[in-house]
């Protein structure tokens, strides 16, 4: 079994930071967090950003280019999301995923389906 948790989320104005985090527990060996989803009351799950096996890629949502960066320290096989110039359009639950080293080498990142673990998300809140 492998446990994604996701923390640094809350309530902040708009025009402000957050950092999330990603951290992983259990068989963590056998997956890389990879990615950041988000979901919005009444909306669907949607893609934010993501880093690539190696790590030396980055991918990101047109809503988040320019403010977002994401990270991973591969020694703790934990990930972050460092989100900046907040606004009321970002306030949503935000799950970080992971892909099992099993599943093989793909690219769709911003596809829900190349993730094989899903935290429970974490809060984030932005007010105006």
């Known amino acids: 079994q492998v446990q994604l948790v996701e923390s640094g989320g809350g309530l902040v104005q708009a025009g402000g930071s957050l950092r999330l985090s990603c951290g992983t527990s259990g068989r963590s060996y056998i997956v890389y967090p990879m990615g950041w989803f988000r979901q919005a009351p009444g909306k669907e799950r949607e893609f934010v950003a993501a880093?690539?096996?190696?790590?030396?890629?980055?991918y990101y949502a047109a809503s988040v280019k320019g403010r977002a960066t994401i990270s991973r320290e591969n020694g703790k096989n934990t990930m972050s999301l460092q989100m900046n110039s907040l606004n009321p359009e970002d306030t949503a639950i935000y799950y970080c995923?992971?892909?099992?080293?099993?599943?093989?080498?793909?690219?769709?990142?911003?596809?829900?389906?190349?993730?094989?673990?899903w935290g429970q998300g974490t809060q984030v809140t932005v007010s105006s």
């Open positions: 880093i690539s096996r190696s790590g030396s890629t980055f």
């Open positions: 995923a992971a892909r099992s080293i099993v599943s093989g080498y793909s690219t769709t990142y911003e596809s829900q389906g190349h993730y094989d673990y």
